[in-house]
Every structure is written in C-alpha cells, then in structure tokens.
C-alpha cells in the first residue's frame, strides 16, 4: 500500500540531509520523518538503499531517491516558490552554481571530512585539512565581500546546497572561524543558521510540517 506521505529517512546533523530538507521544506512537501542512528541503520532503509547513507526518500509511488541532490531537485521541480532551480537563473549564472556545488562535495567534502575526523584517517597525514579547506571558503568569502548570496542579490539553490557543509567545517573550531579573515562568509552563515528555514528543518518532528 502506498504511503500517505513520502517517507524520508534522516539525520539531523548530517549536511546532506540537511540541504534534501530545506529543500523539502521550501516547495511546501509534507514527509514523514524516521531519524535513524547512524550506527543502528534500520533493516526498512538498507532494503530502499544499499549505500547506508542518508537522506533517503521513499516517495508515495515507491520510487526512491537516495541522493541529496535528486531529493532537491524532485521536490523544487514540484514547487520552487522561491526560484531556487539553476533553471531560474542566467546560464553564466546556472553554470557557476553547478561547479560550486561539485568544488564542495569533492575536494572541500575530503577536506572537511580529514579536518573534522582525522582519525578516520590513521594512514593519512591530516594536518593540512583546514589549510586545504580554507581555499574553498576564500573562493565563497570573495564572492560574498560584493553580494549577499553566493549567485548574486537572492538566495539560491547554491545557498542552500552548500551552508550545511560550511556550517560544519566552521563548527569544527568555531573560534578559528570566527577569527578568521572570512567576514563575508561569517556574515552569510550567520544568516542561514538563524533563518527560519533552518530552525525549522533542524525541529525534532516525526513529520515535517509547513507554517
């Protein structure tokens, strides 16, 4: 029997689940919530998904998606209320977002992973983790010293898919961070991390639900 809501599997501090839920969040879609613990994945998720990771959403047809990626984009193509979709921007603009977000999920992703869990890495020299990370965030700081959004005057589906990772790199040593020379990167996280969108999709509900 189909479900009544899509089913989304979650974590709460988990940046890719974080972004899928904003995202969810925005183009105004109900879901029902199961917060899984990461150690104790339950037998219902590994059976939609092999990977183990989340988000995963079980949508009311059955269909899954199990990448953060595709959850956002099923749901903004549903409703982008807002105009988050690349598709809504310029191309010059549409194609910066892109490489924005592959930069983050690779190379700084590596890096956030060595300099928040060097430990995970006995065979690796981490050391330069935050160096190698840093290089991402001045890329962000100099675009955000001329506007307040990493694409221009409005936020964007760049905004969205990428604060989460910054937010927990900047989390790792709040003190360096906010020491740091990245007045423009400050200024833009603080803003998402007291949004109403944020607090919102960070509320400890079995479902998530819409003002």
Known sequence: MPNLRPLLYTF??????MRARMAL?????QVDIIEVALKEKPAEMLALSSKGTVPVLQLKDGRVLDESLAIMDWALNKNDPDHWLPESISGAAAKACHKLIAENDSSFKQALD?????QRYPNEDCSD?????LVFLNKLNTQLISQPYLLGETLSY???????FVRQFANV?????ENSQLRGLQIWLDERVNSQLFKAIMEKNRTLLLD
């Open 114 to 118: 060595r300099y928040k869990y060097p």
């Open 173 to 177: 040593d709040f003190g360096w961070f």
């Open 12 to 17: 709460r501090r988990c940046p890719y689940a």
């Open 129 to 133: 983790a935050r160096d190698d990370g």
């Open 158 to 164: 760049a905004d969205i898919a990428i604060f989460p």
């Open 25 to 29: 969040y925005s183009a105004g879609i």
